[in-house]
């Protein structure tokens, strides 16, 4: 009879999993598309990248995802359960809530071994993806041949507009703009060309019978140069080879590093993983429901838990990069206290069991 009620639950427990992980997945891979898009308009992703750039977005944040969907498809296959009665005739056959937890166990296992995989290995390594095709994209951009009556982004900030463009490569009534956000850095020139200096990552710009405009408007620092010929240097984008930010470090290297940034991001990791034990074990004794409640009575409990828990940990996060003194003793201890919090649940609610099932 345990093993039948067992397989029963796991089953449903299972396509419960599938259909709101499925859910939330789509939610979070439909919020990557208008920030993804943005970019590729902005000429920073091309056009051909875009699918798989969203696929390593949505892969990047899936440690956020299966903690949440495990607790969340616990909650509603239990509520479930508990409004059709299902729950009262499974105690009346000898199911205890401990008994009830071995189903978890067996679907939160499996969830948890590829919450680890994709925490340490698959998450940062899909986020270094992505920043390499970025910066890739852009540096090709900028190297692309200058096309008449189009702005298109020059080395690293600047803008280049032209009139037209002989067979020669010889560029004619051109504009571009240079240098700081919010300082006036315009040049304009009857002719000039564009050559590439790969080696040293860099173009130079030769502008001939033309003017510079540098400064602030309106104020006295701003001034006309007019040339006759001008030359000049504008760095290109460069290339990642190598991912540098600690997110997207692989965990080999974060395990051998002592930087406050890499550790913070180390216990970020198994973090995720704690939390998936955590909140599979907290899911069960909060699932249940009594007597004249609904199905989705626990729903909203279960829902700020998980939020409350997952902002705490990137808040302390975020804290451990700053304080390395202290900031991994504090985020540990919220494992903790969330561990010892569910085995409670779970004990208190045992204990309620035996005195109700008591002669």
Not at 14 to 42: D, E, F, I, K, N
Not at 186 to 203: F, P
Not at 331 to 349: F, K, N
Request: hydrophobic share 50%.
């Amino acid at each position: 009879m345990p093993r039948l009620l067992y397989t029963y639950l796991l089953r449903h427990l299972s396509m419960t999993w599938l259909a709101v992980v499925g859910v939330l997945l789509t939610v979070l891979t439909l919020g990557q598309v208008p920030q993804v898009l943005v970019r590729a308009a902005a000429n920073e992703i091309s056009a051909d990248m875009i699918g798989r750039v969203i696929w390593w977005m949505t892969l990047a944040n899936a440690p956020v995802i299966l903690p949440f969907g495990t607790l969340l498809a616990v909650v509603l296959t239990m509520g479930r359960f508990g409004n059709d009665s299902e729950l009262t005739a499974m105690r009346a056959v000898g199911m205890s809530p401990a008994k009830l937890l071995v189903p978890v166990v067996l679907l939160a296992a499996p969830i948890t071994a590829m919450q680890g995989a994709i925490a340490l290995h698959y998450a940062p390594t899909a986020l270094c993806s992505a920043i390499k095709i970025r910066a890739q994209a852009v540096r090709t951009l900028a190297l692309a041949p200058v096309r008449a009556g189009k702005f298109q982004p020059f080395g690293r900030d600047g803008t280049l507009l032209v009139d037209d463009v002989t067979e020669d490569g010889e560029l004619r009534n051109i504009f571009a703009t240079v240098g700081e956000k919010g300082v006036a850095q315009v040049m304009t020139a009857a002719r000039g060309r564009i050559e590439a200096d790969l080696a040293n990552d860099r173009l130079q710009l030769r502008l001939f019978d033309g003017r510079r405009y540098e400064g602030i408007p309106g104020q006295g620092k701003f001034r006309i140069i007019s040339f006759g010929e001008y030359a000049g240097w504008f760095a290109l984008p460069s290339t990642v080879s190598e991912c540098k930010r600690a997110d997207t470090l692989n965990t080999t290297q974060l395990l051998g590093s002592t930087a406050p940034k890499d550790r913070a991001e180390l216990h970020a990791r198994f973090g995720f993983i704690a939390m998936m034990i955590v909140l599979s074990l907290m899911a069960a004794p909060l699932a249940v429901i009594r007597p004249r409640e609904g199905r989705y009575a626990r729903l909203p409990g279960a829902v700020a838990l998980s939020l409350v828990y997952l902002m705490a940990t990137i808040g302390l996060t975020t804290w451990s990069a700053r304080r390395p003194d202290i900031g991994p003793a504090a985020y540990w201890t919220l494992h903790a206290v969330m561990l010892v919090t569910a085995v409670l649940m779970i004990v208190r609610q045992q204990r309620g069991s035996l005195r109700f099932s008591s002669p």
